[in-house]
């Protein structure tokens, strides 16, 4: 991308933006789709790295203003920013590609590798692979905690919020949500009372040499002083037609299965079960997928609990949000209603995936393309800004608590040090510090390790 394309905050006009084509950035979120792995906080950290550091098409303040809102939402986290950003770029097109692209490898890959297990139930080259993808997603994690630490603990109140958020969660593990909205709580008090303390901008005068290399960087192409877009900015029509056309795709599919198979039908169950899923997925996947564990297995016996754990295996190992899974249980839900254990069905086993991924992203798309220009609309607002800037502070502290998370199964698998899991992160760590690497770099050449290591084996034996 040439320097003509990132003007200064004075140059930036209304007319200026976007000035990355459709087909470009479509070609990007397709390609990011494909590469990610790492569940949200490796999602978030590799849009990040590519988005705000390496193409400049976000600055720092816009692209955390858009996360912290998704923060917020129900939902897969990583796959609204997206949705978000996408929007911000290009409109309601750009929103649906870049959701779209985010979640669509995911299903495929998710439907073929339910199909394999349906039929044959084993997948050991997978294991291979992600024995060495899972240490280079802990490296990437830990480097999303410390590159967002660095840009937005500011101050000693801002680092003490995200210390409390890691305790919260790690020690006393407070529900995600219960924090996220404590946070807000405490924005909106500081705001009021002592709005200094909450503080995230520019610092004035003379920069240390540190900052010398990121005041470098080229302007942004939606700069913290460009203006919204025109199709960005608030308007009731736009959000009359955005709730009519979001309540039209949930209320005409889901009657459509009521009269195919009736209100008690198992795809018509499945759309009202995921709708659920999706209004009260707040806290990541891991805090819904009991939910989705109980309802599939115990209420509705869809498949066996073994297979619940195995759909799970199956979901950390693809691209994409780990809620996911939802579509290996749509899968097995569907096979499960066959004339029998060895056939299954394939029409209801392909017609229950879509239903699920349907009924469980839907929501997602609507809640940005709905409240997004209301969110952009409070920028440099601080009623907004405060509340958003306490919550950033605590989602530092929450990444870094899910690298904790992550270090123990990674370094500690099987209750011992794995000393070649150490090796991979630290290889990792070196080639975003030193080589700077991008995450996606990082991820394929993990990715391909693991592979050859897996035909190695299988030579050697």
């Known amino acids: 991308m040439s320097q003509s394309l990132h003007p200064g905050p004075s140059q930036l006009q209304e007319s200026s933006v976007p000035s990355v084509g459709l087909a470009e950035a479509s070609r990007f979120w397709l390609q990011l789709g494909l590469v990610s792995f790492g569940g949200p906080a490796g999602q978030i950290a590799l849009l990040h790295r590519e988005l705000v550091d390496r193409r400049r098409w976000l600055s720092e303040q816009r692209y955390l203003h858009a996360l912290n809102y998704c923060m ?71 480097m999303a905690a410390w590159r967002i630490g660095s840009r937005t603990l500011r101050n000693p109140f801002l680092v003490g919020l995200a210390i409390a958020g ?130 599939a297995v115990e209420q509705f016996g869809w498949l066996s609990a073994a297979q619940m754990l195995d759909g799970l295996a199956l979901g950390e190992t693809t691209p994409g949000p780990l809620i996911m899974v939802v579509a290996f249980v749509g899968f097995m839900g569907g096979w499960n209603h066959g004339p029998g254990a060895d056939s299954g069905n394939w029409t209801l086993a392909i017609a229950g995936t879509l239903v699920a991924v349907w009924f469980t992203f839907l929501p997602s798309f609507g809640f940005i393309l709905a409240g997004a220009p209301l969110v952009e609309a409070s920028r440099g607002d601080l009623r907004f800004g405060a509340p958003l800037s306490a919550i950033t502070a605590v989602v530092v502290g929450l990444i870094a608590s899910l690298a904790l998370f992550f270090a123990g199964p990674v370094l500690w698998p099987a209750g011992s040090f794995n000393p070649w899991a150490l090796l991979v992160v630290a290889a990792a760590l070196f080639a975003q510090l030193r080589l700077r690497w991008s995450v996606l770099n990082v991820i394929g050449a993990a990715a391909v390790t693991g592979a050859l290591l897996a035909v190695l084996k299988q030579l050697a034996g």
């Open 72 to 142: 917020l939402l129900p939902g897969p986290e990583a796959m609204q920013l997206a949705t978000y950003l996408g929007w911000l770029m290009h409109g309601v097109p750009g929103g649906l590609i870049a959701g779209g692209l985010f979640v669509l490898p995911s299903v495929f890959v998710l439907t073929a590798l339910s199909s394999i297990y349906a039929l044959w139930g084993q997948l050991p080259l997978l294991v291979s692979v992600f024995a060495v993808l899972k240490p280079a997603v802990l490296a990437i994690v830990l």
């Open 166 to 295: 890691f305790l919260a969660l790690t020690l006393l593990r407070l529900p995600y949500p219960m924090l996220v909205i404590t946070a807000g709580l405490i924005g909106l008090l500081v705001a009021w009372w002592r709005p200094a303390l909450l503080a995230t901008s520019k610092p004035h005068g003379p920069r240390p040499a540190a900052a010398i290399p990121e005041q470098a960087q080229p302007a942004a192409l939606h700069d913290d002083d460009s203006a919204s877009p025109e199709h960005a900015r608030f308007s009731r029509r736009r959000l009359a037609v955005t709730l009519l056309v979001w309540a039209l795709a949930l209320l005409v599919p889901l009657a459509g299965l009521v009269m195919a198979g009736g209100w008690a039908g198992p795809l018509a169950l499945m759309g009202r079960f995921f709708t659920r899923v999706a209004l009260l997925s707040f806290g990541g996947a891991y805090a819904v997928l009991p939910y989705v564990a109980q309802g």
